[in-house]
C-alpha cells in the first residue's frame, strides 16, 4: 500500500508560480512511477505529468508542456513547479503513484489505484 500526502497549492495571480510536492510512504512504494493529475470544478480528472522511478522518462500534457517541470528529489518525493500559471490551470491537483510510467500514462484516471488527498490551486486573472 502507498500512502501520498500533496502540499504546496494556493492562489496565485495569471503568471504566476506554485510548487506541489507529494510524499509517499509505504513499504512497496520502492520503483514506483509517480504522475500529478488535476481536477476542475464540472470537469474530468485529466493527466498533467508523470516521471519514472529512475527519474529518466519523463511525459506531460501537451497543456502544460513548456510550463510545467516535474522531478523527483528522491525515491519518496515528486515534485510539480508550475510557471507561467493560467486561469485554466485552475483545480484540485491530485498526486499518483502506479508500478510503471507506462500504466500513469495510458490509462484513465479512475483505473488507478494510490492517490493523495488533492491540493488546491487557483489562478486568478
Known amino acids: 500500500q502507498v500512502q501520498l500526502v500533496e502540499s504546496g497549492g494556493g492562489l496565485v495571480q495569471a503568471g504566476g508560480s506554485l510548487r506541489l510536492s507529494c510524499v509517499a510512504s509505504?513499504?512497496?512504494?520502492?520503483?514506483?512511477?509517480m504522475g500529478w493529475f488535476r481536477q476542475a470544478p464540472g470537469k474530468d480528472r485529466e493527466f498533467v505529468a508523470a516521471?519514472?522511478?529512475?527519474?529518466?522518462?519523463i511525459r506531460y500534457a501537451d497543456s502544460v508542456k513548456g510550463r510545467f517541470t516535474i522531478s523527483r528529489d528522491n525515491a519518496n518525493t515528486v515534485n510539480l513547479q508550475m510557471n507561467d500559471l493560467k486561469v485554466e490551470d485552475t483545480a484540485v491537483y491530485y498526486c499518483?503513484?502506479?508500478?510503471?510510467?507506462?500504466?500513469?500514462?495510458?490509462?484513465?484516471?479512475?483505473?488507478?489505484?494510490?492517490w493523495g488527498q488533492g491540493t488546491q490551486v487557483t489562478v486568478s486573472s
Open positions: 509505504g513499504r512497496t512504494f520502492m520503483s514506483y512511477a
Open positions: 516521471i519514472s522511478w529512475s527519474g529518466d522518462t
Open positions: 499518483n503513484a502506479e508500478k510503471s510510467i507506462i500504466i500513469i500514462v495510458h490509462n484513465k484516471w479512475t483505473s488507478l489505484t494510490n
